[in-house]
């Protein structure tokens, strides 16, 4: 996973609250096991359906998603920020979300960043009115900046930390590769092994 620091971009506002995970990548879309391919799946039924606002010309191109309240919801499924991120998002701006949702995007390398509903109203209307409006997610400084405006939020330090230095859950248990092979060295050859 490549270390996520800042981000710079503009945004796709999708106006709606409770936005489960059967919405974001459908379930007959879930036979790979990769976490790429995903993305021409996002959102498929209201693609389909005509009109959707992320297909929208002015929208083409942004990495930045700002939706509503309760984003995630529903199932656990990992496909969801697989098929957000690529899709070319870097990161979403909502009031909340599921909870299973935001750390599987933190695994996945896709800064969720809870701000208060005022302020995602405001960067909804901005990315409506001036979609070439351009907005800095910083997770080191934990702010977002638009133009005139300097938004603080809040995440978990260890998600925090393990994006900006770009390690998912492999790297972490990769870091500590010599101790568990002295460990296997130590343990007994009776005991029963996981091989």
């Known amino acids: 996973m490549e270390p996520v620091v800042r981000i710079r971009g503009r945004m796709a506002p999708l106006d709606r609250a409770d936005v489960d995970t059967d919405q974001i990548v459908p ?6 096991i990769e976490r790429t391919g995903y993305g021409p ?3 498929y039924d209201w693609r389909a359906a005509g009109d959707f606002v992320l297909d929208r010309p002015e929208h083409a191109g942004a990495s930045i998603l700002v939706t509503g309240a309760n984003f995630g919801c529903g199932s656990s499924r990992e496909h969801a920020p697989w098929a957000i991120r690529d899709a070319g998002y870097r990161a979403i701006i909502a009031p909340s979300f599921a909870d299973i949702f935001r750390g599987n995007c933190y695994k996945t390398g896709l800064l969720a960043v809870t701000l208060p509903e005022s302020q995602v ?3 909804i209307d901005l990315a409506s009115e001036d979609p070439s409006a351009e907005i800095t997610v910083d997770l080191e400084a934990r ?3 638009s133009e005139g ?3 603080r939020f809040d995440i ?3 998600a925090r930390d393990c994006m900006l230095r770009g390690l998912d859950n492999i790297a972490l248990v990769e870091r500590h590769a010599p101790d ?5 060295t130590r343990r007994p050859a009776w005991l029963p092994a996981a091989r």
């Open 149 to 151: 405006v300097a938004y």
């Open 156 to 158: 978990d330090p260890f």
């Open 180 to 184: 568990i092979d002295a460990f296997e």
């Open 143 to 145: 702010e977002v900046r």
């Open 41 to 43: 799946f996002l959102f």
């Open 121 to 123: 109203r405001h960067l």
């Open 27 to 32: 379930k007959q879309f879930l036979k790979r």
